[in-house]
C-alpha cells in the first residue's frame, strides 16, 4: 500500500488497530488507484510529498551596513550594501527556514536561473497541451 495512504489511515484513525482500518484503506487504495479525478490528485499530492523540501516563500531584505574607521567616533565615510535572502520551505512536513547572503552579482545569476525554469515551463506547458495531457500546476 502507498506510504501516503497509510498515512491517511494513521490519521483517521489515531493509529489505533481497527478491525475495518484494513478493508477501509485497501478500498481507498482501490478509489485512488483508478483513473480518476480524485485519484489523479492523490497521486500528484503524494508525488509532490516525496520531495525532501517543498518550496513555499521568500523574502530579500537589504541593509546599509556602515563601516566604522579606527576611532568610533569619527563620521561614517565607508558603508556595504548587505542582502538577506530568506527562504521558507517544508521538509517532512515541517515549516523550515534558511538564510543566504547574495551578492549582486548572484542574485543577477539567481534571475537568470528563475528565468530559465519560467520559459522551460511554457515550452513544456505548450508541447504538453499539444499532445492533450493535462498538466497539475502546484500554483492552482
Same mark, same amino acid.
Given at each position: 500500500?502507498?506510504s501516503?495512504?497509510?498515512? =491517511? ?14 478493508? %477501509?484503506?485497501?478500498?481507498?487504495? @482501490? =478509489?485512488?488507484?483508478?483513473? @480518476?479525478? =480524485? ?12 520531495? %525532501? ?9 537589504? %541593509? ?9 567616533d569619527?563620521?561614517?565615510?565607508? +558603508? ?20 543566504? @547572503?547574495?551578492? %549582486? ?9 528563475? /528565468?530559465?525554469?519560467? /520559459? ?6 505548450? /508541447?504538453?497541451?499539444? +499532445? ?9
Amino acid at each position: 500500500m502507498p506510504s501516503f495512504i497509510d498515512e =491517511i489511515g494513521n490519521e483517521l484513525f489515531d493509529g489505533e488497530s481497527d478491525p475495518k482500518k484494513e478493508t %477501509d484503506l485497501a478500498f481507498l487504495c @482501490t =478509489i485512488l488507484s483508478t483513473d @480518476t479525478a =480524485i485519484a489523479t490528485i492523490a497521486k500528484t499530492i503524494g508525488m509532490i510529498s516525496e520531495n %525532501d523540501n517543498l518550496f513555499l516563500e521568500t523574502r530579500i531584505v537589504t %541593509d546599509i551596513r556602515p563601516i566604522l574607521a579606527s576611532e568610533i567616533d569619527s563620521a561614517i565615510s565607508n +558603508a556595504m550594501i548587505l542582502h538577506k535572502l530568506r527562504i521558507g520551505y517544508h521538509h517532512n512536513a515541517e515549516y523550515n527556514e534558511i538564510y543566504f @547572503t547574495p551578492t %549582486d552579482k548572484t542574485l543577477e545569476l539567481l534571475e537568470v536561473a528563475i /528565468q530559465r525554469a519560467q /520559459q522551460k515551463s511554457e515550452a513544456l506547458e505548450n /508541447q504538453l497541451g499539444e +499532445a492533450n495531457i493535462s498538466i497539475f500546476n502546484l500554483n492552482q
